[in-house]
């Protein structure tokens, strides 16, 4: 059954530095979402993108966050210059749309900012 | 804005009971969908009912969704340790393929 996959599943890094988050959506999905989870909160929406173009982004979402699908399976999520309190898990989600809105989620990416 | 909350926030119960799982929203809904996380782990889609449906089932799932109290439940019958997870409602906006707002999510441990 296609799945959605994230890599890599965990990532450290140091404040200030640059990360980038990988996802696989399913590949005839043509909705793709990042959410994340603060350990012991509530899953956030962060950003949206349909039609190669965010369609929706959430406070969470500013200038440090940005998205891509530089390819046609790929879409990433660059937080430019990480804080501490950016360390959470990131899912990335897709649907197909068309009636069709079962989200499906990845298994996470773990972020740790030290 | 809409908001997906679930109670209990914790349920524990035997091996072979059934667990009932309650959401409210707040604002008008196109869908409702329920997840299950285990702990630190990803989210699995369960089952996605829309605000045109009352009731749904999938294997030893059962979801009813009532859109005038803004409502759902998510009942899991004969449950077994392996149900042990969190469960979130999660609730999209009136024209679908839009963000999931999630619920803090019900802990349920099932106890063998």
């Known amino acids: 059954e296609p799945e959605v996959t994230q890599t890599p599943s965990h990532q450290v890094t140091q404040m200030g530095q640059e990360v980038i988050l990988r996802c696989v959506p399913i590949s005839n999905h043509l909705y793709f979402y990042w959410y994340r989870q603060i350990l012991g909160q509530k899953v956030e929406f962060l950003v949206s993108f349909y039609n190669n173009e965010i369609s929706e982004k959430s406070e969470i979402f500013d200038d440090q966050f940005s998205v891509e699908r530089p390819d046609g399976s790929n879409f990433t999520l660059k937080i430019r210059s990480t804080k501490l309190e950016d360390s959470a898990m990131y899912f990335c989600a897709s649907n197909l749309g068309g009636g069709d809105y079962e989200q499906y989620f990845g298994p996470g990416t773990r972020l740790t900012v030290t | 804005s809409q908001q997906g909350e679930e109670d209990p926030q914790a349920l524990s119960i035997q091996e072979g009971e059934n667990a009932t799982m309650n959401c409210s929203y707040k604002?008008?809904?196109?869908?409702l969908q329920w997840y299950r996380q285990n702990s630190g782990r990803g989210l699995v889609h369960l089952i996605l009912?829309?605000?045109?449906?009352r009731e749904k089932h999938s294997g030893r799932l059962r979801v009813t969704l009532d859109t005038s109290k803004k409502s759902s439940s998510l009942l899991i019958t004969a449950s077994r340790a392996a149900d042990t997870a969190s469960y979130f409602c999660?609730?999209?906006?009136?024209?679908?393929?839009?963000?999931?707002?999630f619920g803090k999510g019900t802990r349920l441990s099932v106890i063998a």
């Open positions: 604002t008008s809904i196109n869908n």
């Open positions: 009912i829309r605000s045109n449906e």
């Open positions: 999660a609730t999209d906006s009136n024209s679908g393929n839009t963000p999931l707002v």
